[in-house]
């Protein structure tokens, strides 16, 4: 068992104990900031690993998603047994694995077949073809005239390939041009969330993944992903008043 122990393991104890009697924002906040060091040197681990294949998670995804886990391990915690530290530490059902299960799930979900590949490398090179013919960006319906594809699976092509691009920019919601109010209301809501709320905004409202599909890749009840779905919904509709 490794230990993270970097503050005083009962002081710890104590943020634990006023999150979990009254788990909110202002109780969460200090809790998180004394796992703070156990959470950068897990994201960091994964983050340089090789193990997963050619689809990457960027760091702050990869963050997000080990805070969420966090929390969710430190809801069963018993102090009795261990320190925070040594729970988060452990080698089996520790933050490090736990984490690392979760971030290969979302990337063995997006990682493309041998299939797939080969119509994402048509469709692009159709896509880059047409583009410099037309003077513009072509219709997935004038593509699939070009490669011999239904429209509809262009589009699902596609969208595969806008997902990659969400993936390499890290998040979309913290990238894109804010040019209308929906697109301002999807920043405003994404910054004020924590980190181990922004993965799950992610998928389920910048890459609107099915609640059943995230509560798999998250580990969660689906009834809590849609509870936070419903959250977020809410959350969005605000700024755009």
């Known amino acids: 068992m490794r230990q993270y122990d970097d503050v005083d393991p009962q002081a710890q104890i104590g943020l634990w104990r006023a999150w979990v009697n009254n788990p909110t924002p202002e109780t969460s906040g200090p809790l998180l900031n004394s796992i703070q060091p156990i959470i950068e040197r897990v994201t960091s681990s994964i983050v340089k690993s090789t193990g997963f294949g050619n689809v990457r998670l960027p760091k702050p995804a990869v963050q997000g998603i080990a805070t969420y886990t966090a929390l969710n391990l430190l809801r069963k915690f018993d102090p009795s047994k261990s320190t925070i530290g040594q729970r988060l530490g452990a080698q089996r059902g520790g933050l490090l694995n736990n984490t690392r299960e979760i971030v290969g799930k979302y990337q063995n979900l997006v990682r493309p077949s041998r299939d797939k590949s080969k119509q994402l490398k048509s469709v692009q090179e159709a896509m880059g073809e047409l583009a410099e013919e037309l003077g513009r960006p072509p219709s997935d ?39 209308s109010p929906a697109e301002r209301a999807l920043n405003n809501a994404y910054t004020v969330l924590p980190p181990q709320d922004q993965a799950l905004f992610d998928m389920l409202v910048t890459q609107r993944r099915p609640a059943r599909q995230v509560a798999k890749i998250m580990n969660m009840k689906v009834k809590d992903v849609e509870s936070s779905q419903r959250r977020f919904g809410g959350l969005v509709a605000s700024y755009m008043r």
């Open 141 to 179: 319906q004038e593509i699939g005239e070009r490669i011999g594809m239904p429209r509809d699976r262009v589009s699902s092509v596609r969208a595969f390939v806008e997902d990659q691009d969400f993936i390499a920019s890290g998040s979309q919601a913290t990238t894109f041009e804010s040019t």
